[in-house]
């Protein structure tokens, strides 16, 4: 089954969206911020990553940017979690490389339409 | 997800929703009964704690696998005349439910009997025994194998001794 | 399938309040004119937290209102905003705002609306004087917009009945750059996507493709031509592209029509991304409110979560493992018993006492947090209090990493509030005064924890004023608590202050003083197991300790005997025990017996009397004296033995029985038997209501 890297620093958003991606047959690494994303991509090969945007340490368009670099993450879908809807955020996540975006809030449902529209 | 359908009749067992079980102890030579669903355990008398400025009937407390339990003299409690305790004196553990909370409590018996069903109709209502036995734990009188059970209301059996708004303090 | 998302809820709240705490003590540290920009990220992020958190599980109004708030400090961060202190003291408002919303969201109960509005307002005020509210309307557009397109699509997904007479036909260019691959987008998905809205066909267009060696893996060269027959409106297919808008040249036209009205164009473009098929009604879950509202409204900050680092756990199975090597070793040995393996039963027994013992301790460890969670709060308290009464103060914390058990702590927390409010009221100067009694206009209280002989002690000093001497004198005699002429050592004067009403305020000021505190604060540090005392000097300031057991389940304790019964006195409570001397014993009407010691005279409390149960003598020569002590009060308890000290653990009586008086708890010794721990101010009463009643009918004897 798929695996999906899931990065936020918020525990009880970590929460909500790994029940509702294993709930639904997923494979799930969890990491709470863009250093400990990096560390834990590079031991494994997910079929996709999810990560917010603010977080401390690395935020999640650094860490897209520093993923693209890895060979292995060349064409991951990468996608952002973001409450900005904004031209700019999407600019700035197009130029570090990401796949698409899901805006904040999303429910449940929402999160599994958009995690079917990159994994095959 | 699908709701799951029940079965009418129960889980398991083939129980009629009119038929209780009772466990039955003799104590002073009648018989008596409680709900089988609430009996918790069933122990060999082992010494109890006494505690300080309590009622007769209340024997003390005891050490159940680390929980605190009181243990009551139910011939005490119902006015009977004590006797000694001995190897064979049982301990009979029960739960019982007070509004939203569950109590352990351990009555002392002669002796443990049976476990009968006793049906709705078989229970029929008591008559005022007097003395200790009140009319309020008495859940009614049920023959069974040309035996009469006295069977027990739990519940309100430790009413007025397990009342939280009162304290163990009587002269 | 719908995913029940409440069972997160508690663990967004935890992490709110943690935010929030975060927010308030960077504010507290912001210079105005210069804030630190990591500080300015830090409360940004916290706030940003909480607004998405809070939105995902449908706290609508604390999004709302957290929005306007995260705006502002953006605008901070970005340097379009330049922060005064005034505005400083609103965000801690805002704080302590969003800390009751939420609250009132995890208890079910209600918040001040007109409050939150009045916040509200100033925040966007502040807001205003920048000339930057794009934001605002652009967000109530956008949701304008959403809730539209989404009302609409709902309405196209429900016409299925009319698939055919509606469907059109869509002629879709794609021509995706070089890169596409390099974003993680892969077309097939997005073609994946369209026939799930109708019926697809396309052509691919290889125009593009290099000669073999020049072909890279990992570029697109090619583009198509889609044909989609669907009812879907335009902007659902539209939707399907829209992450990769920027990669790629588009068009999407409708069939057999070529005027212009009917193309749509999606290069720059600010549409909102929209979510496919989503009920509008379903879209932000509302959160149930809570029925036992009762049970949480005391506004306790009290949690049944606690968070644990992973390596005490790690710990915890490592005991556990050799606690199982130890066990099935004695059992082995129970099942080949031999004499002469006596030496290795024992062995193994001390075996068993060391893993027990680190277990517990480490167990322990699991409930132990560092007093700074509890000592956090006073930077803001002592802020917010100096201000308003005009006071200078410098809080001094050390010792927070002094760790407390979670439950202490949490119900410690209130004791010491009253007290750091009392020194900063009444102990404290006005900065002229301590000015002109030569002191420094700042006033220092320092709040300082430590571990000393299985307690953890707490002291709040101050430089302040003192305690007064005459005034508690004063207000004692009034209160007919201390007789006129009555000798007291200063200590002796002090210990007056935590008498029931007693405050000596003069005027009751609405933040202490109203006197039912101080008798509280000592109650309250008693029911935890521990004592209070307070040592002052006029002019200098004073000190408060507190000391408290590490945990409230496990206690240290004095084991007696009495006749053939077993007690327990918990050795805080024990001043000293001796032997008893007939010449020192004074008996007054009635059977009350005095034992003096030293300068004082102790009532004799014979537990056999009390209790109703056989003693080996009654004569007090034959037995000790256990003096003990609770809220001021010292009694005798006069025993037959003293036994072992031991550590014992708290077991309830209430739980299958009831409050017994004269004792606290019971806990199972040893040999599997139960024991009483005795309460000492409980039996204090009883002692007193029996001596009345002994007094009143022997004099009662004596008058007929």
């Known amino acids: 089954m798929a695996t999906i890297l899931t990065v936020d620093d918020s525990a009880s958003m970590r929460q909500m969206v790994n029940f509702t991606l294993k709930g639904a047959g997923y494979d799930v690494i969890e990491a709470v911020d863009g250093v400990d994303a990096l560390s834990k991509a590079k031991g494994n090969n997910p079929d996709a990553v999810l990560t917010d945007v603010n977080m401390p340490n690395m935020d999640g368009i650094t860490l897209i940017q520093e993923l693209r670099k890895l060979p292995s993450y060349r064409h991951t879908p990468m996608l952002m979690l973001t409450t900005e809807s904004s031209g700019d955020m999407k600019t700035k996540g197009r130029t570090a490389g990401a796949t698409g975006w899901l805006v904040k809030p999303f429910n449940p449902e929402q999160l599994l339409a958009t995690i079917k529209k990159v994994i095959a | 997800m699908n709701p799951e359908v029940r079965d009418e009749s129960g889980i398991g067992l083939d129980v009629d929703a009119n038929v209780n079980q009772f466990l039955t102890f003799m104590l002073a030579g009648e018989e008596y009964g409680v709900d089988i669903l609430r009996v918790q355990e069933i122990k060999g008398w082992e010494s109890a704690t006494e505690i300080p400025n309590t009622p007769d009937y209340i024997q003390g407390v005891m050490n159940l696998r680390g929980t605190i339990v009181p243990i009551v003299d ?22 019982i439910l007070k509004e939203d909370s569950e109590k352990t409590i351990g009555f002392v018996v002669d002796a443990v009997s049976d476990v009968y069903n006793v049906t709705e109709e078989q229970l029929k209502p008591s008559p005022d025994f007097g003395g200790g036995v009140s009319t309020e734990f008495v859940k009614g009188l049920a023959t069974v194998d040309e035996k009469m059970l006295i069977l027990l209301d739990i519940d309100h059996l430790i009413d007025a001794d397990i009342d939280i708004n009162q304290s163990a303090m009587t002269h | 399938m719908t995913i029940d998302i409440s069972q997160f809820h508690g663990v967004f709240f935890e992490e709110s309040f943690e935010g929030l705490e975060v927010m308030e003590s960077e504010l507290l540290e912001l210079d105005a004119s210069s804030p630190d920009v990591e500080s300015i990220n830090n409360i940004f992020r916290a706030a ?59 208890d079910g109960t209600d918040v001040d609306e007109a409050q939150v509005k009045s916040i509200h307002d100033e925040l966007e005020c502040a807001l205003s004087n920048e000339c930057v509210t794009e934001t605002e309307t652009e967000t109530e557009t956008e949701t304008e917009a959403k809730t539209k397109t989404e009302t609409e699509e709902h309405a196209v997904v429900k016409n299925e009945s009319e698939v055919l007479a509606a469907a059109l036909e869509w002629h ?23 026939e799930e809205l109708g019926a697809l066909t396309s052509t691919a267009n290889i125009s593009k493709l290099p000669p073999f060696n020049k072909y890279d893996a990992e570029e697109c060269y090619l583009s198509w031509d889609l044909v989609l027959l669907t009812e879907a409106k335009a902007e659902k297919i539209k939707e399907v592209f829209e992450w990769v808008e920027d990669d790629c040249e588009l068009s999407i036209e409708q069939g057999n029509q070529q005027e212009t009205s009917n193309v749509v164009n999606v290069i720059a473009d600010n549409a909102t991304p929209i979510i496919e098929d989503v009920d509008v009604n379903k879209v932000v879950p509302v959160a149930e409110k809570k029925k036992d509202a009762d049970k949480k409204a005391g506004a306790s900050n009290e949690t049944t979560s606690i968070r644990v680092n992973i390596s005490k756990v790690d710990a915890l199975i490592n005991m556990v493992g050799e606690l199982v090597i130890t066990q099935s070793m004695l059992s082995q040995f129970g ?57 200078k103060i410098e809080l001094k914390l050390s010792g927070e990493a002094t760790e407390l058990d979670k439950t202490v702590m949490e119900k410690i927390g209130d004791p010491l509030v009253h007290l750091v409010r009392n020194s900063i009221d009444h102990g404290i100067e006005m900065p002229d005064e301590r000015l002109a009694a030569g002191k420094p206009e700042t006033g220092t209280l320092n709040l300082n924890a430590y571990h000393e002989g299985g307690n953890i002690v707490i002291e709040i000093v101050d430089d302040g004023a003192g305690l007064n001497r005459e005034r508690i004198l004063k ?46 604060v000592k109650r309250n540090i008693h029911d935890l ?68 010691l030293r300068d004082d005279y102790i009532p004799v409390v014979r537990l056999h009397s009390i209790f109703n149960i056989p003693c080996d003598s009654t004569k007090l020569n034959d037995g000790l004296l256990v003096v003990a002590e609770a809220e001021g009060q010292k009694i005798g308890l006069f025993v037959d033995d003293l036994l072992a000290q031991q550590q014992v653990v708290i077991k309830s009586l209430e739980t299958n029985y009831k409050k017994v008086e004269g004792m606290s708890g019971a806990t199972i010794l040893g040999d599997g038997t139960v024991a009483m721990i005795l309460d000492i101010s409980s039996l204090i009463r009883l002692y007193r209501e029996q001596a009345e009643y002994k007094t009143s009918s022997a004099m009662n004897n004596q008058a007929a």
């Open chain 3, 475 to 520: 207000k004692a005699i009034d209160r007919g608590l201390v007789k006129e002429n009555e000798e007291l050592s200063d200590d002796k004067v002090n210990e007056l202050i935590f008498s029931a009403g007693f405050s000596t305020a003069e005027q009751v000021s609405d933040v202490s003083g109203r006197g039912v505190g101080m008798d509280v």
């Open chain 3, 335 to 391: 099942e080949e018993f031999d004499m002469n393996n006596i030496e290795k039963l024992s062995e193994g027994l001390k075996q068993l006492e060391r893993n027990t013992r680190e277990l517990q301790e480490n167990v322990m460890q699991i409930r132990m947090l560092p007093i700074s969670f509890s000592f956090n709060r006073f930077p803001r308290l002592v802020h917010d209090l100096s201000n308003k009464l005009g006071k």
């Open chain 2, 74 to 95: 139910l011939r005490s409690r119902f006015e009977l005349e004590r006797i000694d305790y001995s190897n064979t004196t049982v301990v009979i553990v029960l739960k």
């Open chain 3, 172 to 194: 879709i260019h794609f021509a995706p750059h070089l890169h596409l691959f390099q974003t993680g987008n892969d077309p097939l998905r997005m073609f994946r996507e369209l």
């Open chain 3, 48 to 106: 940003h937290s909480i607004k998405g958190g809070s939105g995902s599980f449908g706290f609508n109004d604390v999004t709302n209102f957290t929005h306007v708030l995260e705006t502002l400090l953006d605008e901070v961060r970005s340097d379009k905003h330049k922060l005064n202190q005034d505005e400083v003291n609103l965000l801690l408002s805002s704080v302590d705002c969003l800390r009751e919303m939420l609250t009132a969201a995890r």
């Open chain 3, 529 to 596: 197991g521990g004592v209070v005392e307070v040592k002052s000097e006029t002019g200098k300031g004073s000190t408060f300790t507190i000391r408290l057991p590490l945990t409230l389940a496990i206690l240290d304790g004095q084991l007696i005997r009495v006749g053939t019964q077993t007690y327990i006195i918990p050795l805080i409570s024990i001043i000293e025990s001796l032997q008893t001397s007939i010449e020192n014993t004074k008996s007054i009407v009635g059977e009350v017996e005095l034992y003096r």
